[in-house]
């Protein structure tokens, strides 16, 4: 070989070397980002509804460059249990305990002293974690006395935050590194102050009137509750706040400790009553200051999104949406009145009931090395089923009794999963009574009559009520496959499938041996 081409043969060889080094060597767990969104319904995305009184431009885009699922589900039809779900991947059954909104001071978290959170589990395997937002799982707060304090509208001005602070189950106490959160719903509940790692940098001390706030379309100022508020504590801009806490989480990690990956859940207020949009997004949609609110949820996903770019971690970021349960009454009567909109995108019921439109909920990842693009599932997910999909993409073997009602769901973000072969063979969820639906492929019963939730015999939902079928079964079983709307009632047509169906019931939820998932499991190979 002449001389002259031994540089350009050894420069080969170093690249082929780099190359397959490079293949072979294990890749770094992705960074994860989970935007929680608040009371929003699977019809409130237009990429999940063609005749969505505005557009989500941003979150229609996120979702062609990931996994769209269609069958998604909350494990509650109310915001405290569901959010106990995505932390502990369980339902909240499995506490001893019956699903509440916690108000006031409230508590104790749902999260138990030694129960392996999703963040402790990140933790293990050299994630930093940060939670901001709406936290709402409880929390315990003391009198001067040092006796535990009840949940309620009188009790705020009773908290002594020395003897209080650091919160004992807070964030911080449950594997976050760094929390900037409200205790409940942050423009609803009557304590309305901010927790910073676990401490209250400004306690409430200020009467809060709800004349002060924007009354926008002269009524979407509803479940505004008065009571007492920290001074300078942010109402019409919630979201923006918890968005900018989220961000400087995220620069300061990549500043300080790029070497490792982390969490950060920005936990929205959007779109949870009452309907306060910040001014930059009044009137950005022709759809009424919910369709605004819902935007403003939008344009922060999209911001989030670009700031991944900007730092450069946009391949290696799991970034997942979920929410909560579907809309809130009142919000879906109004946008179906008023602007010819349905939060629940033609399903039946609403947040609160044990219909699917209390539970069927979006959900959107986005993984751009791993995930394909441009897929959409069939396959039945619930939020618990993030804590076991993770922990396969951190290579953490589960025990069996942690998260109880998790599936890993990582084959079908791979897209390894057959379309016809579900991953879950049945799914729970409770409604606000904690009354349990089953889902069974396309079969779900609900072991109970009614709607689980809300009354629909009086006031604005009585325009909802149907007339229903077998009304002196004990419960109802609707084939979803042929009736999506639950109007036909097979409870007494198909006796041996019920029974079937119950004794499921049952064996998974019961107090000490109940579970849906499957005992074993192992993380997936997947690099």
Known sequence: MPLKNIPLLTTIIITLWSFLAKATEPQQPPNIVIIYADDLGYGDLSTYNPQSAYSTPRIDQFANQGIKFLDAHSPCTICSPSRYGLLSGQLVCRTGRKPTAFEGPGGPSYLAPG??????????????????????????????QGKRLAGGFQTPMQIDYVKSTPLVDGPNARGFDESWITPNCPTTDPLYIYIHNGNVPVGA??????????????????????????????????????????????????????????????STQIAHAP???????????????????????????????????????????????????????????????????????????????????GHHVPMIMRWPSKIPAGQISDQMINTTDLFATLASIIDFELPDEVAVDSYDMLPVLLGRQPADRQVRPWMLTQSFRGEFQLRMGKWKLLAHRGSGGNDYSRGELRGYELPEDGVEAAGQLYNLELDPGETRNLYRAEEARVEEMIEILQRTTAPKSGRTAPEGRKPLRWQ
């Open 205 to 266: 001390t200020k009467r809060h009137r709800s004349d002060s706030l924007p009354n926008l379309g002269g009524k979407w100022l509803w479940d505004n509750d008065e009571g007492w508020m920290a001074e300078g504590y942010r109402f019409a801009d919630a979201d923006l706040l918890f968005f900018d806490k989220t961000a400087e989480f995220i620069r300061a990690h990549r500043k300080q400790t790029p070497e490792k990956p982390f969490l950060a859940i920005l």
């Open 275 to 357: 309907v306060l949009p910040a001014e930059e997004f009044r009137g950005s949609t022709q759809a009424g200051p919910r369709g605004d609110f819902v935007r403003e949820l939008d344009t922060l996903t999209g911001r989030l999104l670009d700031l991944l770019q900007e730092l450069k971690i946009d391949e290696n970021t799991l970034v997942i949406f979920n929410a909560d349960n579907g809309a809130e009454t009142l919000h879906a009567h109004w946008m179906r009145t008023d602007h010819q909109h349905d939060p629940a995108g033609g399903l039946r019921g609403m947040k609160r009931d044990g219909w699917e439109g």
């Open 115 to 144: 129960e392996l959170t999703l963040a402790q589990m990140l933790q293990q395997r050299g994630y930093r974690t940060g939670v901001f937002g709406k936290w709402h799982l409880g929390l315990t707060w003391f009198d001067q």
